[in-house]
């Protein structure tokens, strides 16, 4: 799961109606999923942390911009008016999540090994709020391929080309143009942590999906030479029960 920095409102008051902050929530986080990180071309939702209606409803922070992350359609349905304690939960805006979560090939998502037991319930918690930690529902087109029609499965296929893309950097090193044309692919599919993973061995092209996914590299959970995660994430708006991870 993708850290990000919101940053501050733009406005000096809240939202009304919400959706006016989508333009300035896309602006800084781009057109992606907070949750399964997926790019949403149209559909993106403006997902309330803490839900705005139900039993566990907040309705005070309806317009609030520091309850705003962005959603796709899965995810938000999923979460709809669930509880979320703060501090039970690993949010992409005020934790590193990337920390927290291990991705594979066959789409799956999982806690991250060898994370304190705290830690991990809080992860197992964060997926089970989204529905990622569901296993995929594959389905073949008529030639018995498997069609890619929802987040893990649309996971898998990114893993896939990002490989691919693997390929063609280990094979051109030095060539600048190979390395802008992954970046613009990883941008173009979303799952910036299966691309992390994926080059997990390759500090160059890390730094580079950083600093092109809106709202990463301002997290300030990657080193900015390294990359290496910077644990606890260092929460720079001082969001509620952030740095847990």
């Known amino acids: 799961m993708r850290p990000v920095r919101r940053g501050k409102s733009p406005q000096p008051h809240d939202f009304d109606p919400y959706r006016a902050a989508f333009p300035h929530l896309v602006s800084r986080l781009g057109n992606y999923c907070s949750y399964c990180e997926r ?20 309705p005070h922070l309806i317009g609030r911009w520091e309850n705003f992350l962005l959603a796709c359609k899965n995810c938000n349905s999923t979460k709809k008016d669930k509880r979320v304690a703060l501090a039970d939960v690993l949010l992409p805006d005020r934790d590193n999540t990337f920390v927290a979560f291990a991705y594979s090939p066959d789409g799956a998502v999982g806690p991250s090994d060898g994370l304190p037991n705290t830690i991990t319930a809080m992860a197992e918690a964060t997926l089970a709020l989204t529905g990622l930690e569901k296993r995929p529902d594959i389905r073949l087109d008529e030639q018995d391929r498997p069609l890619a029609i929802e987040r893990t499965s649309q996971r898998m296929e990114a893993w896939l080309v990002a490989e691919e893309a693997k390929k063609d950097v280990d094979g051109n090193p030095e060539n600048d143009a190979v390395r802008r044309a992954v970046v613009r692919t990883a941008m173009g599919y979303g799952f910036f942590s299966v691309w992390m993973t994926v080059f997990r061995q390759d500090p160059e092209m890390r730094t580079r999906l950083v600093d092109a996914f809106e709202g990463t590299a301002a997290s300030s959970c990657f080193h900015p030479v390294t990359t290496l995660p910077v644990s606890p994430a260092p929460n720079p708006d001082g969001l509620a029960n952030g740095g847990k991870l």
């Open 39 to 58: 790019r949403i071309v149209s559909g993106l939702h403006v997902e309330h942390i803490q839900p705005k209606d139900g039993a566990h409803g907040h």
